[in-house]
């Protein structure tokens, strides 16, 4: 590995190294800001970020030990190079070099006449060396492969995370739900006196139930046997890596787009009529913070779930340059990302791959008492194809979320 991509390397490690910290100091942050204890979801988090650190400082300290090694190699070629210099100047008696075409023609004639100096230093001043490339040499020459395979995709599901996926128990299961309460009022109508005896109000409980079905979802890939005992890492590991993070990208995608299509809208008041600015945001959230607060009665935990594409509406009008006495902390743009990215009036504000970008939707606000996701992973399958000498591998889960309370979730739009 040369010493650049080495550093590279380094580089790349510690930044990764410094967001997985700085995510777990946002957790820890979030949780404290709430006055809370870390949430099952969130200590999930930050044992999965705390173990990615350990592997990231591993790598990091074999690198900086290739580093260390590369230098020294490096240094004593120089050393050499200069001591071989050194002794081929003193042999030939230094570089020739010629000031002038007169000076040249003098140990030129000098040397026809049997001058030996002047023949030594028309030799050395004439000497070529051959030179040799790798082009030369191309059957020792190896083709390194460096570094895991590039894959530029996010498998994050902050959005499943959040709620936290319960255990999917069969095919299909029911959720019971409330949807007529009792009554209590006021014995009579006509005032204290004359309610003695009076009839007490009644009414009886509805209790309707919820169905939920297993959804499945999965995909396969046949690689030839040649492909896994061949290629470097080995290809069997990348697909089922891929198939896996694929999992996880269309699971989040679907609970992002039941967030997304429940058209519960607070409507954003804007007094240009343009972009909404922070305390016009941070309005409407309170705005549809009441509301689920409403439906939920306050059960659950609530956060603000938004698409990528909208975090600079948020983060660029909530600066994070002197926030004293502001409604939020600030975003930071380096630390943008799919997860916990801040929070606004405590909420916190989550950025998930999986909604969608919708024309003048700015996100939606979620309790976990509205939405239930129900889980069970099949994981990685595999079957040996003797006759092509191949294997088939799968990957597979079932997954259904169920949306609870409608008016639990909130959509924040802006119509100006």
Known sequence: M??????????????????RSSFIEGLIGGAQDGDRDLTENEKELSAAARKRLLELE?????????????????????????????????????????????????????????????????????????????????????????????????????????????NLPSATWYRPKVTQRTLVAAQGSAGAAADEKSELTSQKMTITR???????????????????????????????????????????????TLIQTQANNVE????????????????????????????????????????PSRLGNWG???????PQNAQSTGFNAGDFGSGIVGNISGIPVICSPGYPTVANHYGSLISSAAIEVYEQRVGALQVTEPSVLGVQVAYAGYFTPMLIETTGVQRIVNLA
Not at 3 to 12: C, G, K, L, T, V
Not at 86 to 91: A, E, I, L, Q
Not at 316 to 322: A, Q, R
């Open 210 to 256: 919820l169905t939920g079905n297993a959804v499945t979802y999965g995909g396969y890939v046949n690689v030839s046997r040649q492909d896994i005992d061949f290629a470097q890492p080995s290809m069997l590991d990348v697909v089922v890596n891929d198939l896996a993070a694929q999992y996880a990208i269309q699971t989040e995608a679907v609970l992002g």
């Open 58 to 166: 591993q790598q990091a300290d074999t690198l900086y030990e290739n580093r260390e090694r590369t230098t020294k190699a490096r240094q004593r070629a120089m050393d050499v190079h200069r001591e071989v210099t050194r002794m081929r100047n003193s042999v030939d008696k230094g570089a020739v070099e010629y000031r002038s075409t007169g000076e040249y023609l003098v140990d030129y004639i000098a040397g026809s006449v049997g001058s030996r100096e002047a023949m030594e230093r028309l030799e050395v001043y004439s000497r070529a060396a051959a030179h040799q490339k790798t082009s030369d040499n191309l059957g020792v020459v190896p083709d390194p492969i460096i570094g895991s395979v590039i894959n530029f995709i996010d498998a994050a599901r902050p959005a499943v995370g959040f709620l936290g996926p319960q």
């Open 2 to 19: 040369a010493a650049s991509q080495n550093d590279a390397m380094i580089e790349r490690l510690e930044k990764e190294i410094e967001e």
């Open 316 to 322: 660029g009008v909530f600066s994070p340059i002197n």
């Open 268 to 307: 954003l008041t804007t007094a240009s009529g343009g972009v909404p600015n922070a305390a016009e945001l941070a309005a409407g959230l309170w705005s549809a913070a009441a509301n689920v607060y409403t439906a939920t009665k306050g059960q659950g935990r609530i956060a603000l779930i938004v698409p």
